[in-house]
């Protein structure tokens, strides 16, 4: 055997084992500048403490168009890095049999209708099942892959969608991994919203957590087996004993979500006389929000932003004709997308809402808006009257912007009982603590939480029946005990921002003579380039050979 054989044997075992090992080693580089095919490491922390597979199918089959393909394809993306990283995770590969989507219709899932036109001009219809379903340990959780928010066009919808993957995925695991059931609570005992009125929001709580109800008392340890406290739309003041428990909860790690009126007002006076005097509500609970760092002023907020009710504008009363009206005394607020709470989220609708102030300079604590109102909108102090019958609006008085309306605060809060008296009837012999990390909410709109029923069923919250429009108040409701309850930084996935990166079919079409010559031009003079280099190669090759 010749020494160039041995070299091409050589040449060819090498490369032989180097294609063996690359087979066995999968290597990829994310050179994208939003990192969007890069997995968080909270993703990759809460995966590695799987002990048994995980098991994802993917309803999205059949007949789609491109934008749904790659929701699809991202999807798919995610759980193969997941699977790289952790070998018990892995996709369902088979077929999905009828039986299947018929199960998740009978759950509530319901799939969407896709309207496209086909080449020849007519309409075509396809269903698509946007969901997921995440089996582990013989529990199994279905996720909506599919974000709709009426604002945005369709594939800016799917395009969120894209971004909020993740998150949807590793909130389930976390939630299918979890041993135990957290348990959060609804407070009682000062006239809150009872169980109908939030009957959605505790609903779709429940998912996660194991919902309960009950009024304080006096002892201070009533609330250390809850992850969070609800506070929804109370009417009646706050003892002192009441305040104390609610402090040395706080102080001791624990989460407040406040959804509190800075107004009283009369629903009933409202909707039999059409008016209803509006007064400061006091819930005594201004001090001590004081000291966390906000005031909940006694005012209405007004916004040209807002719902539309139905009002009779006939002269005869024998027959009514109501036309829909603009009340500015229900808001559409905007939601912060800044925020991990209200990111991709569509505006939440309340009525008779008022301004939060941001107090105090505490470092140590962060604050940030949550919803607030457009800008064009006004504020309107107590006491003060409200009447359907005047809803002509003065665009001059709405002048403010942006006013708040629900805020976060994230830090160590000082107590507000630091050299107070403790109150003489409380059961406890614990030590009074005078500062503590925690996270509260508070929201100026007791109306945000609030359902509405229909024919003996409830309606979602923020479904407007007017108009027939769902906002986003379950999203936020829900969105807001998770991050009160999120200790290992899941809700922060929820950050993550994909470009859309559109054609701008204005300009394409203004500039479409110079691209249609571009496109024509510059492969053709390409090809003359190429061929003109070939043949002066050649000539140059061969003349000096010749020499």
Not at 460 to 477: H, I, M, V
């Amino acid at each position: 055997m010749t020494r160039t054989q041995k070299r091409w044997i050589a040449v060819a075992a090498g490369a032989l084992l180097l294609n063996m090992l690359l087979r066995s080693v999968t290597v990829r580089w994310d050179l994208t500048a939003d990192r969007r095919y890069t997995v968080h490491r909270q993703s990759l922390e809460e995966v590695e403490k799987l002990d048994a597979p995980v098991i994802v199918t993917l309803y999205l089959q059949g007949g789609m168009n491109s934008s749904f393909k790659r929701l699809k394809e991202s999807a798919g993306y995610l759980i193969d890095e997941l699977h790289r990283h952790n070998r018990l995770v892995r996709l369902y590969d088979g077929d999905i049999e009828e039986r299947e989507y018929a199960l998740l219709q009978q759950q509530g899932y319901s799939p969407i209708a896709v309207h496209e036109r086909a080449r020849d001009g007519k309409t075509e219809q396809t269903t698509v099942w946007p969901y997921a379903r995440i089996t582990y340990k013989n529990k199994s959780m279905v996720i909506s892959l599919l974000q709709q928010n009426r604002c945005l066009s369709g594939e800016e919808n799917l395009n969120r969608s894209i971004e909020g993957l993740e998150f949807a995925f590793m909130e389930a695991l976390h939630s299918l991994r979890k041993d135990s059931v957290e348990r959060i609570a609804f407070l009682e005992g000062h006239g809150e919203m009872g169980d109908t009125q939030v009957y959605d929001w505790q609903l779709a709580l429940r998912r996660y957590f194991q919902v309960d109800r009950g009024a304080l008392g006096t002892d201070v340890s009533a609330l250390d087996d809850y992850r969070a406290v609800v506070i929804a739309d109370p009417q009646r003041p706050f003892s002192e004993t009441d305040k104390y428990i609610l402090d040395q909860y706080i102080m001791r790690g624990g989460s407040v979500m406040w959804l509190l009126n800075g107004v009283r007002f009369s629903k009933d006076m409202l909707t039999d006389n059409g008016v209803t005097p509006v007064v400061a509500l006091d819930l005594n609970l201004n001090d001590m929000l004081f000291r966390y760092g906000v005031r909940i002023n006694p005012a209405l907020v007004q916004d040209m932003q807002c719902l539309s009710i139905p009002v009779d504008v006939s002269s005869d009363p024998q027959r009514p004709q109501y036309q829909p009206l603009p009340w500015t005394y229900a808001p559409l607020l905007l939601t912060n997308g800044q925020s991990p709470v209200t990111r991709n989220m569509m505006q939440v609708s309340c009525t008779m809402a008022s301004l939060v102030d941001l107090v105090g300079g505490e470092e140590r604590i962060q604050k940030t808006i949550l919803l607030a109102t457009s800008d064009a909108s006004s504020l309107t102090s107590a006491p003060a009257e409200v009447d359907l019958s005047d809803l002509s609006i003065d665009t001059e008085r709405f002048r403010n912007a942006y006013m708040p309306v629900a805020v976060s605060l994230d830090g160590r809060f000082s107590s507000f009982f630091t050299h107070r008296i403790v109150p003489d009837a409380l059961k406890s012999q614990r030590e009074t603590l005078t500062e503590g990390g925690s996270r509260q909410i508070v929201v100026a709109a007791g109306s945000i939480a609030g359902n509405e029923w229909q024919d003996g069923r409830p309606l979602p919250a923020g479904f407007d029946r007017y108009s027939k429009t769902q906002f986003g108040n379950r999203d936020f409701l829900v969105q807001s005990v998770l991050w009160l309850t999120d200790d290992c930084g899941l809700i922060d996935l929820r950050q993550r921002l994909v470009a859309l990166r559109l054609i701008n079919n204005k300009k394409a079409f203004a500039n479409r003579t110079f691209i249609q010559s571009v496109s024509i031009a510059v492969p053709v003079l390409l090809l003359l380039l190429t061929g003109v280099g070939v043949i002066l190669g050649r000539r140059y090759k061969y003349s000096k050979s010749n020499d």
